[in-house]
């Protein structure tokens, strides 16, 4: 008994010494920067710039189309880089997973990119640059089937379509 009681008071003394790696962000809310900062090599005001520094998908909850508040957050990111480009025009893509029949999915995903474009509209992005259209579940961006792949399926794509820097 002594031996056991030794050998669980080592393990748990390695076990305190032990490093924690940092949790993995799920796909339904992916990690972003705090403050967007110029990624090596993206010139500024490109699409590539856009896509790094300030990100272009929001995601969304099971049959949902309100915007949580990291969502909320990249928007935000969105708009303040739109308003330093006032050229660019964008389009908002709502998709969904694939559960659903195809006509439920097209209407929601036209109300999550509504969700996203009346947001940007109301931080003072003018709704003539943006366009929406929903895919519905047309275009996964992970085609399996398991919750990992719906949560990054249940999106808002915003792209640029005109006015980035090349």
């Given at each position: 008994?002594?031996?056991?009681?030794?050998?669980?008071?080592?393990?748990?003394?390695?076990?305190?010494?032990?490093?924690?790696?940092?949790?993995?962000?799920?796909?339904?809310?992916?990690?972003?920067?705090?403050?967007?900062?110029?990624?090596?090599?993206?010139?500024?005001?490109?699409?590539?710039?856009?896509?790094?520094?300030?990100?272009?998908?929001?995601?969304?909850?099971?049959?949902?189309?309100?915007?949580s508040p990291e969502a909320r957050s990249i928007l935000e990111r969105?708009?303040?880089?739109?308003?330093?480009?006032?050229?660019?025009?964008?389009?908002?893509?709502?998709?969904?997973?694939?559960?659903?029949?195809?006509?439920?999915?097209?209407?929601?995903?036209?109300?999550?990119?509504?969700?996203?474009?009346?947001?940007?509209?109301?931080?003072?992005?003018?709704?003539?640059?943006?366009?929406?259209?929903?895919?519905?579940?047309?275009?996964?961006?992970?085609?399996?089937?398991?919750?990992?792949?719906?949560?990054?399926?249940?999106?808002?794509?915003?792209?640029?379509?005109?006015?980035?820097?090349?």
């Amino acid at each position: 008994m002594r031996k056991f009681i030794i050998a669980i008071a080592a393990v748990g003394t390695l076990a305190a010494c032990a490093s924690r790696p940092e949790p993995t962000p799920t796909p339904s809310q992916p990690s972003q920067p705090s403050q967007p900062s110029q990624p090596a090599g993206a010139t500024p005001g490109s699409a590539e710039d856009f896509r790094v520094s300030v990100g272009d998908r929001v995601f969304f909850g099971y049959d949902r189309f309100d915007l949580s508040p990291e969502a909320r957050s990249i928007l935000e990111r969105q708009a303040a880089w739109l308003r330093q480009y006032p050229n660019v025009r964008i389009l908002v893509a709502g998709n969904c997973d694939e559960r659903g029949t195809r006509e439920y999915n097209l209407a929601l995903g036209a109300r999550r990119a509504a969700a996203a474009r009346d947001y940007l509209v109301s931080l003072g992005v003018n709704a003539n640059r943006v366009e929406t259209v929903s895919y519905g579940k047309e275009r996964p961006l992970d085609p399996r089937a398991n919750e990992e792949a719906w949560s990054v399926n249940r999106n808002g794509h915003t792209q640029i379509v005109s006015g980035a820097v090349s």
